[in-house]
C-alpha cells in the first residue's frame, strides 16, 4: 500500500457544486494533517490543517478519521478560483520525513 | 506572500556548470527542506536539516549538495547535473516547536533547466 493515496482526478465541477476528495494514508502514527493546493507552475500553499477529528475554514471542511486512516476535503459553493491540485499529507511530527499525496486535480467549469 | 525566499528563480545550466540555489527564512524557523518536483508530480523530498545539521538525505545522487550556514539560510549547490535532472527546486521551512511545528511553508520555487 502506498504511504499516501489520492485519486488523481480531474474532478471537473460546475461553478457551486460540492465536491468532496479522499486521501487514505498507511502510517498508523501520523499525528498531524495538511491539505495543500497547488496552481500550476506555482509552490504548494497550505490550505488547512487538521489536528483533531476535523477542521472547518468558510467554504474547506477537513475530516479524519483514523480508525480508518483517510481524510477527507469537502469543498461548498465551488469557484473557479478554486481550481488546482490539492495535495495530501500526513505527518508524524517535527521534521520527519513528510510524503505528498499525488494530487487531486480540480477544474471548476463555469 | 511567502516567508521564503527563493533565488534564482529561473536557472539554465549546462552539465559541467557548477551553480547553486538559495533560500532565505525570517520566520525563526529550525527546520528547513529541499524539495524536487517534476512535471504532474507531487514534491519530493531530497534533504531536510534541523538545527542547522542534515537531519534527512533521501539517497540524493552527491551532484546535489546541500549548504545551511546559518538558521536562516539554505542552499543547495549543484556539480555535473543532468537534463534528467530539470525540474523545479522547492526550499520549504518548518517551525519544529508548538502545536503547529511540523506545518511546512514553500517558498516559489526554483526552475532548473540543464541543458
Known amino acids: 500500500r502506498k504511504e499516501v493515496e489520492q485519486d488523481p482526478g480531474p474532478f471537473n465541477v460546475p461553478e457551486g457544486a460540492t465536491v468532496a476528495f479522499n486521501c487514505t494514508y498507511s502510517n498508523s502514527a501520523s499525528q498531524s494533517f495538511f491539505w495543500y493546493r497547488q496552481d500550476c507552475r506555482k509552490e504548494p500553499k497550505l490550505l488547512m490543517s487538521?489536528?483533531?477529528s476535523g477542521n472547518e475554514d468558510g467554504r474547506f471542511t477537513a475530516q479524519l478519521n483514523r480508525a480508518s486512516q483517510y481524510i477527507s476535503l469537502l469543498i461548498r459553493d465551488s469557484k473557479l478560483s478554486d481550481s488546482a491540485t490539492y495535495l495530501c499529507?500526513?505527518?508524524?511530527?517535527?521534521?520527519?520525513?513528510?510524503?505528498f499525496g499525488t494530487g487531486t486535480k480540480l477544474q471548476v467549469i463555469p | 506572500d511567502t516567508e521564503v525566499t527563493q533565488t534564482p528563480k529561473h536557472l539554465v545550466m549546462g552539465m559541467t556548470n557548477k551553480k547553486s540555489l538559495k533560500c532565505e527564512q525570517h520566520?525563526?524557523?529550525?527546520?528547513m527542506y529541499w524539495y524536487k518536483q517534476k512535471a504532474k508530480k507531487p514534491p519530493e523530498l531530497m534533504f531536510v536539516?534541523?538545527?542547522?545539521?542534515?537531519?534527512i538525505n533521501e539517497s540524493v545522487p552527491s551532484r546535489f549538495s546541500p549548504e545551511c550556514p546559518n538558521s536562516s539560510l539554505l542552499n543547495l549547490h549543484l556539480h555535473a547535473l543532468q537534463p534528467e535532472d530539470s525540474a523545479l527546486y522547492l526550499c520549504a521551512s518548518s517551525q519544529l516547536t508548538g502545536v503547529s511545528g511540523n506545518t511546512i511553508y514553500f517558498g516559489e520555487g526554483s526552475w532548473l533547466t540543464v541543458v
Open positions: 499529507v500526513p505527518s508524524g511530527g517535527g521534521y520527519q520525513k513528510v510524503t
Open positions: 536539516y534541523s538545527y542547522e545539521k542534515l537531519s
Open positions: 520566520m525563526g524557523h529550525r527546520a
Open positions: 487538521v489536528y483533531s
